[in-house]
């Protein structure tokens, strides 16, 4: 991965699922991605993407028109 010019090296990504239940959508469910760069171990971003299988990404959707 590359930022400003520098190279930084990514490494223990972890992925997963993680379900929340919103009180009006009901349960949504996710996959995700978590990264950290070995310059910076303490920081960790992870990215939850709306898992396909499920109607997630039209409650989503559905909240944001709310």
Same mark, same amino acid.
């Given at each position: 991965? #590359?930022?400003? %010019?520098? #190279? ?17 959508? %009901? !349960? !949504?469910?996710?996959?995700?991605? &978590? *990264? &950290? ?7 960790? !971003?992870?990215? *939850?993407?709306?898992?396909? =299988? =499920?109607?997630?990404? &039209?409650? !989503? ?6």
């Amino acid at each position: 991965m #590359q930022h400003g %010019g520098k #190279q930084h090296e990514v490494f223990g990504i972890p992925a997963g699922r993680k379900e929340i239940v919103h009180p009006r959508a %009901g !349960l !949504l469910a996710f996959q995700y991605h &978590s *990264f &950290s760069l070995v310059e910076r171990p303490d920081w960790i !971003l992870t990215v *939850f993407i709306p898992d396909p =299988t =499920t109607d997630t990404g &039209s409650k !989503l959707g559905e909240l944001l028109m709310a």
